[in-house]
């Protein structure tokens, strides 16, 4: 079953494409299951998040024209496609009422972990630089996944983009990998990861993400394991990164599961 619940359009303002052109493009490849999950609005609470995070989101406005167009293309297509309203979001313990309402006007929410509070001030998970940093991370995630508002978690091994990987990155593996069967939130294993490429550690050539040493811990928890593409361009729904990263997952054993 050909599925994937993570894909962008341009209401975020780094993809390309509106919504039925996206859909049109999974029915042209034979999707089944094609959910969009763009990145939704946020507001600031206590000074979170910082103020470039909102320069990759839809605004508060644009989120009610984006679900009737999806509830739109839900019925114009369902003879063709199952159609999935998402949103990828953060999580921020100040925010959590936010978040649970969000969750209530869509078919699902994609824990995106991309920004995160230590001591009251944003950081970026792609700009992890110490052990505290890294920690607070894992912690984050947990702190999402317990409030089961998501389907699934996003890219967990973000946080690798700049943190090497040792001792603390393996506890926080350890750490994510339990809260994932505890609160039976899939992790994603991310195409987009695939393409951003490859860097040298002391382990050798590695993607980015995802990255090997995290997914063997993973696997010795028999997480559920989704793949998604990630998918900001109209390429990137079959393209070399897509089929690399599931052949990828089977290769290193993980516990795939196709439908949310």
Known sequence: MKTNYHSHIALCK?????IEEHILKAIELNYEIFGISDHAPLITIDNIPKEATYLHRMKTT???PYIEELNRCKEKYKKDIKILIGLETEYFKTHDTYFKRLGQKVDYLVLGNH?????GKPYSSFQVEDDEQAIRY???????MKTGYYSF??????????FAWGKVAEKIAHTISEASVKYNVPLEFNANGVRRGTIETKQG????YPRKEFWDIVKTYNCKVIVNSDAHYFTEHDDEAYHLTHKLAKEWGLNVIEVL
């Open 62 to 64: 644009e989120l009610t």
């Open 115 to 119: 920004d995160y509070s230590l001591h």
């Open 153 to 162: 978690m996003s890219h967990p091994d973000l946080f690798l983009y700049r």
């Open 138 to 144: 894992g912690e984050n995630a947990v702190d999402g």
């Open 14 to 18: 780094h993809a390309e494409g509106t």
């Open 205 to 208: 050539t590695r993607f980015i």
